[in-house]
């Protein structure tokens, strides 16, 4: 089994997902990695675990390197099971191990996971652990992503083990940043950050200038690659990701059943290309939600169309507006629009769901009797001009 050394005595021992295609409903297209890392010093500590199926593979790369009755500290940064699945089984073989966490919400999270029966050791924001010649340094990252998260600081090593935070989805046989494309990194931490951790961009503005403080030489995160010679662009990533300031792009997101509204579309992206913004069509049978998100995160304009099917927008218009709701973009201008034939509840559907994401709704709904004229797609296609002047 492959084992990797980030830096003398210190191992990545994860697995790699390479078939993965849906992460709770995030297409994974590269598959996924769940990282974890073992440090061997007068403590044996192993940080993260995997999910649960993938606990022996994590078990054998241990196996490789020393007995797992040995580990003396299993770091939780974090709660989901994606990192903490792979608990019990290693919990199993490292009988006199204590599981540190987060006081009180990863104390809690573990013990309603995986019972009580453990030692646990919760610790708090600001808090240190000797391991003998190194120490780890908790940091405390509430709601990245979830309430329990925290990152660990090694100072001797210079290594932030940041869990989710400047992850991607990505398997890969490679384990650092500077062996892989670094295009392909970029882009799924893109989309990583778009489809997980937007709804907390200000907790992640927060905890950046923390992790501007720190002396690091490796980031190495619970998905994808490990930073080490792209620190400070991935670190200007998160800025530029979480600073909420919209750039000059429209994102045009539909479904049609006759092409109306998909005309329509076509009018409206050429109503904002016309002001030099950068705008992209987004028809909804063939592009998944998550996918479009990686675009919508740094958007200024957002249009949405949908017909009205049985007195409703179509369901993938519902799905799109769901997902996007819970994601809470912030300073998003916006606008509904679409075809209809009687009674156009689609369309009012969409613009009260747009307000829902309290977005700053800059126009009425553009309905369409049945099928636009020519005349109709050029009234559009300057009014729309005329709204992102
Ligand atoms: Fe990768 Fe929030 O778990």
Redesign the pocket.
């Known amino acids: 089994m492959n084992t990797v050394e980030l830096k003398p005595g210190i191992y990545a021992v994860g697995a790699v997902d390479w078939n993965v295609r849906s992460f709770h409903g995030y297409t994974t297209n590269r598959g996924a990695t769940?990282n974890a890392y073992l440090i061997i010093d007068e403590k044996i500590t192993l940080i993260d675990t995997v999910k649960a199926p993938f606990a022996e593979e994590m078990i054998r790369r241990i196996s490789a390197i020393i007995d797992p009755s040995k580990i003396d500290y299993v770091v939780s940064n974090?709660v989901?099971?994606?990192?903490s699945g792979g608990i019990p089984a290693i919990m199993k073989l490292a009988t006199n191990a204590t599981i540190v966490t987060t006081a009180a919400s990863g104390l809690d999270g573990l013990k309603a996971h995986y019972g009580s029966d453990y030692n646990y050791l919760p610790v708090k924001g600001g808090d240190s652990l000797s391991l003998g010649k190194r120490t780890l340094q908790f940091v405390a990252t509430p709601m990245l992503?979830?309430p329990d998260?925290m990152v660990t600081y090694c100072p001797e090593e210079k290594i932030l083990f940041s869990?989710?935070a400047f992850?991607q989805h990505y398997a890969t046989s490679k384990r650092f940043d500077d062996e892989v494309d670094l295009d392909i990194a970029m882009a799924e931490a893109l989309k990583y950050y778009a489809n997980?951790l937007m709804p907390y961009s200000m907790q992640c503005s927060k905890t950046i200038p923390v992790v501007k403080s720190l002396d690091i030489d490796m980031i190495a995160p619970?998905?994808g690659v490990i930073w080490r010679s792209h620190i400070a662009d991935i670190v200007a990533k998160y800025e530029y990701f979480s600073d909420g300031k919209p750039e000059p792009k429209a994102c045009v997101v539909y479904d049609s059943m006759w092409h109306s509204t998909e005309k329509m579309a076509h009018a409206i992206m050429e109503g904002f290309a016309r002001n030099g913004i950068t705008a992209k069509l987004f028809d909804l049978k063939e592009n998944h939600i998550s996918d479009i998100m990686s675009d919508i995160l740094k958007t200024e304009y957002i249009a949405v169309g949908s017909p009205t099917l049985n007195n409703n927008m179509l369901p993938t218009v519902a799905s799109f507006l769901c997902y996007l709701k819970g994601l809470a973009p912030k300073n998003k201008k916006a606008f509904a629009f679409g075809s209809y034939g009687w009674g156009g509840q689609g369309i009012r559907g969409v613009n009260q769901e747009l307000m829902a994401c309290k977005f700053d709704v800059i126009a009425e709904p553009f309905a369409q009797l049945y099928i636009p004229t020519p005349s109709d797609l050029d009234a559009l296609e300057n009014t729309v001009a005329e709204l992102s002047k």
């Open positions: 769940y974090h989901e099971m994606d990192h992503h979830w998260n869990n989710d992850g997980i619970s998905h």
